[in-house]
């Protein structure tokens, strides 16, 4: 990558913000985009503090069994992750705090580099945790990134980030048509959250996702059901819709479910956390919006920037990245788009 780029201007990263690298499949180049956002930081004379959902910066991805990039932290930055993880790193850090989150390899510690070192990284997986870490870091750096694994978009909820970086890579299409048809889902998706957030619920936001319970209701009354999941308890979902004219899921909303309560979709406003919880495909928005169904997120995601990359393992690329930005930025024409590897 061209080192002349200042990703924290070209993204406008805002001082003291936390910003999310998400990807829409593997080798799409979140730790490299990482890594530059890292060195940006460090040419600025300021400091940042990483950490992941999921594991990350390990030499061989252990999920996928591929080769990947490590994740190179600066010296004086801050970093989370476990004890564990730390002996396969360099020895030359300070552990700052015990921050008493749990994970399946044990607590998660701060700690900040005395040098230059490859770290791997294991963060929370829950919205509370990741929140109460961005919270130790505050006071410590000027930037906070976090790398979201193999989660992709859902770890850009904003919730817990002030902005995301979308990474798309070329290896999951067949196609420019369906390259092309992706992008400008995404963009759909992304543009609901734009639109007036206008029901008058008679509850707190902060209620809603803090019950995480389905929750329905009409323009005066409201009730919570006893079930997170809607697939859960069917029948329950079913024979409560009637007269309630907003429906709030507080996890994801899927293909699924619109094709199992196909018939609780009609004249309904379906209210969702965020865009990182909007899972439907084209198909699905179609039949939805042909329902009379809105969709609203409670908040709104922001984009910062996107980046692409035209890397396909053992096989050429069907698109070039040139294609791929003049593309994606023919779709989202307010964001900055960029060659991940500048060719």
């Known amino acids: 990558m061209n080192m002349e780029k200042d990703l924290i201007d070209l993204f406008n990263i805002k001082k003291n913000g936390s910003y999310a690298i998400v990807g ?40 996928y069994k591929t080769s990947k990039p490590s994740v190179y932290l600066p010296s004086n930055f801050f970093a989370a992750t476990t004890k564990d993880l ?20 044990g607590n998660i510690y701060i700690i900040q580099s005395l040098s230059d070192i490859k770290i791997e990284l294991i963060g929370p997986r829950d919205l509370k945790s990741m929140k109460k870490l961005f919270k130790r870091f505050e006071k410590q750096v000027d930037y906070t990134f976090l790398d979201g694994a193999v989660d992709r978009i859902s770890s850009a909820s904003p919730f817990f980030t002030d902005g995301f970086i979308l ?28 639109k007036p957030f206008n029901l008058s619920l008679p ?42 004219n907003w429906i709030y899921f507080p996890g994801a909303l899927t293909d699924m479910i619109v094709e199992k309560l196909s018939s609780i979709f009609v004249d309904i406003s379906i209210i969702l956390d965020d865009f990182t919880k909007n899972f439907l495909t084209l198909r699905s928005l179609n039949f939805l919006e042909h ?8 908040a709104q995601s922001k984009l910062s920037g996107i980046t692409v990359s035209s890397f396909v393992p ?30």
């Open 24 to 63: 829409t499949a593997k080798n799409a180049g979140k730790t490299t985009v990482l890594n530059h956002l890292l060195q940006s930081t460090k040419e600025r004379g300021e400091i940042a503090g990483v950490t992941s959902i999921g594991w990350d910066g390990e030499n061989i991805d252990r999920v």
């Open 167 to 194: 990474c798309i890579a070329s290896s999951s299409f067949r196609s420019i048509v369906e390259f092309e048809n992706q992008v400008k889902l995404i963009k759909r998706k992304y543009d609901l959250g734009l």
């Open 291 to 298: 329902r009379n169904c809105a969709i609203y997120y409670i």
């Open 203 to 244: 509850l707190g936001h902060i209620d809603l996702l803090d019950k995480n319970r389905i929750v329905l209701g009409d323009k005066e009354n409201y009730y919570y059901l006893n079930i997170s999941n809607p697939l859960e308890d069917e029948n329950s979902l079913l024979s409560n819709i009637e007269g309630n």
């Open 314 to 343: 053992d096989k050429p690329s069907i698109l070039s990245s040139k294609l791929m930005i003049k593309i994606v930025k023919s779709i989202f024409e307010e964001i900055p788009v960029i060659d991940l590897f500048y060719e």
């Open 86 to 105: 730390l002996t396969f790193s360099s020895s030359l850090f300070k552990i700052r705090e015990d921050t008493r989150i749990e994970t399946i390899l």
